[in-house]
């Protein structure tokens, strides 16, 4: 069984959009950036109120290297901010921070989608790393080849695990996103101005895990067509 054109196709549209929204999420995010906030808070210190207004005390606010490196570790119960976000006083970084914070809220509520998701995690981890190897030889083998066809089929279960695992995270970065807004708008952390900077931010970072899941669930199908053709 050869790769056909229709796979090239799918990885190159699936790149192609993954190149856009990563473009303009940066665009977004530098316009946004620009925004000062009136009120004068940074990003750490919107996430430490965040954290106090929900009844949150054990869990940390630090700063992380890097960029776009912000998230939630439910592990050691820290919220890791990249530097410019823990430092800088503006929409988008309010934004971040706030997001990030809506995970720990998630954590300490016991959402169920973040429950669901964690528990993925060790497959998905195992999926990630070994499912295009297993396709890959059960290209090599021969998929109409009964052990070509079970390797394979190998691989297309465990990038369906993945598959899953991008659909379930969905709910939880939109929730989290909600979570974020909602408490900014409510407690007149933003004024007007900078809470349309802190929405369209976020709405641009949920589109990356958006084309993220629809990429996995293409090549998902893809391969898993392939698995069925080669039984024909």
């Known amino acids: 069984m050869m790769i056909g054109t229709e796979y090239y196709i799918i990885i190159g549209v699936i790149s192609l959009f993954s190149w856009l929204i990563s473009n303009t ?5 530098a316009q946004h950036s620009k925004i000062q906030l009136r009120n004068g808070m940074s990003g750490a210190e919107i996430a430490e109120k965040m954290l106090a207004d929900h009844g949150i005390t054990n869990v940390s606010v630090i700063s992380t290297p890097g960029r776009l490196t912000d998230h939630y570790n439910p592990k050691d119960k820290t919220v890791n901010l990249s530097e410019a976000v823990y430092n800088q006083r503006n929409a988008a970084s309010a934004a971040v921070a706030a997001h990030e914070v809506g995970h720990a809220v998630q954590h300490a509520q016991a959402y169920k989608w973040l429950e669901m998701r964690s528990n993925l995690v060790p497959m998905v981890t195992v999926s990630s790393k070994f499912s295009q190897y297993l396709i890959m ?30 659909f379930i995270t969905l709910p939880v970065e939109y929730d989290a996103s909600n979570r974020a807004l909602a408490w900014l708008k ?6 007007n101005e900078e809470f349309k900077g802190s929405k369209d931010a976020l709405k641009w970072a949920a589109r990356t895990y958006l084309v993220a899941a629809l990429g996995s669930l293409a090549m998902l199908l893809y391969w898993a067509m392939k698995l069925m053709s080669s039984r024909d």
């Open 25 to 29: 999420l940066k665009r977004k995010f």
């Open 186 to 191: 409510n407690k007149n952390i933003v004024t």
């Open 137 to 166: 030889g059960g290209l090599v083998l021969g998929a109409a080849s009964s052990l070509g066809y079970w390797v394979l089929a190998g691989g297309v279960v465990l990038m369906g695990a993945a598959t899953l695992f991008s």
